[in-house]
């Protein structure tokens, strides 16, 4: 399952706890488990504003 928005840092942990809130845990986890934050390096990539 997809969620409407995928952000990727170097805190993923962080941003997922926080994601949690906004999105399904199905989506949360799957952020977690992918390898991505390596890849992201500092980028952040955001397809939906959040409050910060």
């Known amino acids: 399952m997809i969620p409407t928005f995928v952000v990727w840092s170097q805190s ?3 941003d ?3 994601y949690d809130r906004y999105g399904p845990p199905s989506a949360v986890l799957t ?3 992918l390898p991505l934050a390596p890849l992201a390096g500092g980028r952040v990539r955001v397809r939906m504003r959040l409050p910060r």
């Open 16 to 18: 997922a706890i926080v």
């Open 12 to 14: 993923m942990f962080n």
């Open 31 to 33: 952020l977690k488990r």
